[in-house]
């Protein structure tokens, strides 16, 4: 039995140097080792927490921006809509504005014309009409100062009154 006792002897001041280990560790220690584990646990949760919010920050951020875009997308087409719509719209002002002067300057040209027209017809006809006095005048001179041909003329006048 000599060779149990010192192994009894050597556990008993194993586990009462283990026993005063462990109580000093514990009163001394345990309390702050383990503060500072959970210290160091809740500052990890906070952290992770703040990446969170940061990362649905990011995302919100990201969507807002995708939505102002489309939103000045949106603006951009229509004012270049607007600015189309109003350029084809000034055209076409210009365009019936420049057909309706054309059409009142084309009747104005026709009127001008027709006036000319009538009034180079109106001259012709009293040059016609003073030519035609005039050659009537010098063959009736010359017709009446012979009494057989003024007999003639009577004649072939009768014979024409008489064909119509």
């Not at 009462?16 to 210290?39: Q, Y």
């Amino acid at each position: 039995m000599e060779l149990i006792t010192p192994a009894i002897g050597l556990i008993f001041w194993t586990t009462l140097t283990f026993g005063i280990l462990f109580f000093l560790l514990k009163k001394m220690a345990w309390k702050p080792i383990l503060g500072a584990v959970n210290e160091r646990e809740e500052s990890i949760k906070n952290a992770l927490i703040e990446a969170d919010k940061a990362r649905q920050e990011m995302q919100d951020l990201k969507s807002d921006n995708e939505k102002i875009l489309k939103e000045a997308r949106a603006e951009r087409d229509a004012m270049l809509k607007d600015a189309r719509e109003m350029k084809e719209s000034m055209v076409s002002e210009a365009k019936e504005e420049a057909q309706a002067q054309a059409k009142i300057e084309m009747d104005k040209v026709k009127k001008a014309i027709q006036n000319e027209k009538t009034k180079a017809i109106s001259e012709m006809k009293n040059q016609m009409g003073e030519l035609s006095v005039s050659i009537a005048e010098k063959v009736m001179q010359n017709e009446l100062s012979n009494k057989d041909k003024q007999l003639e003329l009577i004649e072939s006048l009768l014979k024409d009154v008489t064909l119509n």
